[in-house]
Nanobody
Framework: QVQLVESGGGLVQAGGSLRLSCAASGRTLSSYAMGWFRQAPGKEREFVAAISWSGGNTNYSESVKGRFTISRVNAKNTVLLQMNSLKPEDTAVYYC???????????????????WGQGTQVTVSS
């Protein structure tokens, strides 16, 4: 069992930056691929970024590519999402998730992920 807790969300102006963190407990994150997803009000949850267990593979949605960077520090059981050049359409609750079935990959399907955090709110004002 893995417990995930996100932090770092908040209110930022368009063009600004935030860094989200996902801290894990219960098991070492080095056995899992990790993903970030988001859900805006009235919309379905969507893929943002993913990273393989070693950090060697990353995957980004087209909407965030070039602006967001996912990384991980396995020694600290932490996954990060650096978000730059934020836009109002990035406003959502952001969730981190762990995939223990295919840790060498960085998958975009939410159904691939076994464990989820409770989310952190990101609000970008125009």
């Amino acid at each position: 069992q893995v417990q995930l807790v996100e932090s770092g969300g908040g209110l930022v102006q368009a063009g600004g930056s935030l860094r989200l963190s996902c801290a894990a407990s219960g098991r070492t994150l080095s056995s899992y691929a990790m993903g970030w997803f988001r859900q805006a009000p009235g919309k379905e949850r969507e893929f943002v970024a993913a990273i393989s267990w070693s950090g060697g593979n990353t995957n980004y949605s087209e909407s965030v590519k070039g602006r967001f960077t996912i990384s991980r520090v396995n020694a600290k059981n932490t996954v990060l999402l650096q978000m730059n050049s934020l836009k109002p359409e990035d406003t959502a609750v952001y969730y981190c998730a762990a995939d223990g079935k295919l840790p060498k990959l960085a998958l975009s399907g939410s159904y691939e992920y076994d464990y989820w955090g409770q989310g952190t709110q990101v609000t970008v004002s125009s």
